[in-house]
């Protein structure tokens, strides 16, 4: 605070005790002890209410970069990998009941049923000798 040593607060102390007299001393010393711990409290609880504040902003404006952060990983995400979007890209030309455009190409239905993921095409009708082999369809 003060850049005082103590040769500055004894000659401090002397003048006071010279003014003030032995016995308003000690009353004065206590009272600008209370006054000086009630401002330096006072400038801390305005610190600490500015930092709180300062703080809650930062972890607002943190959240909210989070928060897209996230959507635009995801949307990076649904770009590189239409296996986990089936439903925003077609994955063959067969005109479906929600897409509008038509290719005009004609596919087999071998080549349709490639298309369709492992999780969604039909259980294969092999003989029980035959090892089941869908991925290789």
């Not at 040769?7 to 009272?31: K, Y």
């Not at 890209?89 to 455009?101: C, D, E, I, L, Y």
Request: aromatic content about 2%; proline content about 8%; overall charge negative.
């Amino acid at each position: 605070m003060f850049d005082a040593g103590f040769t500055e607060m004894l000659v401090v102390a002397i003048i006071a005790l010279l003014v003030l007299g032995p016995e308003r001393l000690p009353g004065a010393v206590r009272t600008a002890g209370l006054t000086i711990g009630r401002i330096k409290r006072g400038f801390a609880d305005v610190r600490n209410q500015v930092e709180r504040e300062l703080g809650t902003d930062e972890l607002r404006q943190q959240l909210h970069n989070e928060r897209i952060m996230a959507d635009l990983a995801k949307k990076d995400k649904e770009v590189d990998s239409p296996a986990a979007a089936p439903a925003a890209r077609p994955a063959s030309n067969v005109k479906r009941p929600g897409n509008q455009t038509d290719t005009g190409s004609s596919q087999t239905t071998a080549t349709s049923a490639a298309a369709v993921p492992a999780e969604a095409a039909p259980p294969s009708k092999l003989p029980d000798d035959e090892p089941d082999t869908t991925d290789e369809r």
